[in-house]
């Protein structure tokens, strides 16, 4: 578990291509749960809980997300305080098989990370 107001992040080239090629310029991006705990989640439930994170991209940033997720793709990224209990160190993400995993010092946190587009109409 973090305790850091700041987070670092490896993001490997196949990786960072992926997000890079869903995110357009101003666009910033949220390392977000998707266990049903947020607004951006659309996973029911609670059996998911701390085990599966997206990336959401945004027009604007959410005052919730206020952590600054350092990067070494050039993104804007940004997490909540809720998801810093499930980050460990060394945060690796990566494509392996045709799936983005989000895995820290400890292990995988995530074998199929997501990417969504969030619309305020959405919800």
Not at 60 to 77: H, T, W, Y
């Amino acid at each position: 578990m973090s305790n850091s107001e700041t987070v670092n992040v490896n993001i490997k080239s196949a990786a960072a291509d992926k997000v890079k090629n869903q995110v357009e310029d101003g666009q910033i991006v949220l390392l977000s749960l998707n266990d049903g705990s947020n607004k951006y989640s659309d996973v029911g439930g609670s059996c998911a809980a701390g085990s599966r994170f997206q990336f959401v991209i945004l027009d604007k940033q959410d005052p919730d997300f206020s952590i600054e997720v350092e990067n070494n793709a050039g993104l804007k990224i940004y997490t909540s305080p809720a998801e810093m209990q499930y980050l460990g160190n060394d945060l690796v993400v990566d494509v392996k098989n045709a799936a983005m995993s989000l895995s820290d010092d400890s292990g995988v946190i995530d074998g199929a990370m997501t990417i969504n587009e969030y619309k305020p109409s959405d919800q």
